[in-house]
């Protein structure tokens, strides 16, 4: 009988000592984004630009996965979504702006260096915008683009781009793509915390879309990222566009 009790008594310690490590663990893998953003400045500078955008895409995996586990061990607290916002503002605002800056698209001889530093503003003022509301909110969508989006954007055309013609090209079209993605930033444009498939009619092709993608994305990252994250940013914003014109039609029958 003392021995049943003892043996419970151990299992109970046990678990307590796990959920007293359980809110530490999401705090891991930002660790790990902030490491990912911190050496992807260092390979820039060494003019690494393709494991320069490789460690970009691996802080996305790092912020994925903190979110994820700190919904799944109800691990959410103040100081998690202050240190995740640091560790985005690092790894999808300052990297990516600076390893344009080291690949030469950007100098400091032409106004247009302010751009990328638009960027980055924008990226602060999104992540603060969301600190500020997401204590209040609970929402299904994000108020305008995520930061790691933007972030992998410009990551991933690094590696299409060199992956095709062996360098950077097209650097003229990244000025008003970054425009574009620093409107999106601060915009309230809507974007899916989550991307589910609902079922219906078109549910099989839908999910067999989605594994193909998802297929093609791991065994070929270098060429699909760039095009699945560009298509997605943009239908969201189409997207919205359609949803505005529609409102505002409504309101013209009404009068």
């Not at 305008?144 to 003229?172: C, D, H, N, T």
Request: hydrophobic share 50%; aromatic share 16%; proline share 4%.
């Amino acid at each position: 009988m003392n021995t049943k009790i003892q043996g419970k008594k151990l299992t109970l310690r046990r678990i307590r000592q796990k959920s007293q490590f359980m809110p530490f663990v999401p705090g891991i893998f930002t660790v790990g984004n902030v490491i990912s953003g911190f050496i992807s400045l260092v390979l820039s500078l060494s003019g690494n630009f393709v494991s320069a955008s490789f460690l970009i895409i691996l802080g996305v995996i790092f912020d994925l996965l903190d979110g994820k586990i700190a919904r799944m061990t109800h691990a959410t607290s103040r100081f998690g979504v202050e240190f995740d916002s640091l560790a985005d503002f690092l790894t999808f605002g300052i990297a990516p702006s600076f390893m344009l800056f080291a690949m030469g698209v950007y100098d400091f001889h032409h106004w247009g260096f302010l751009v990328p530093i638009l960027y980055i503003i924008a990226g602060a003022f999104r992540l603060a915008r969301y600190n500020l509301t997401t204590e209040h909110n609970v929402k299904t969508d994000f108020r305008g683009m995520p930061l790691p989006l933007g972030g992998i954007f410009i990551a991933s055309y690094v590696l299409f781009s060199y992956e095709l013609w062996g360098e950077l090209r097209y650097k003229q079209n990244l000025t008003p793509a970054l425009v574009l993605l620093s409107w999106l930033l601060i915009s309230n444009v809507r974007y899916p915390a989550t991307i589910t498939i609902k079922p219906g009619k078109l549910f099989k092709l839908k999910l067999g879309a989605t594994i193909l993608i998802i297929l093609a994305m791991l065994c070929k990252p270098k060429l699909f990222i760039f095009p699945v994250v560009a298509v997605y940013i943009l239908y969201s914003f189409i997207k919205e566009i359609y949803w505005f014109i529609s409102r505002f039609q409504r309101r013209g029958h009404e009068i």
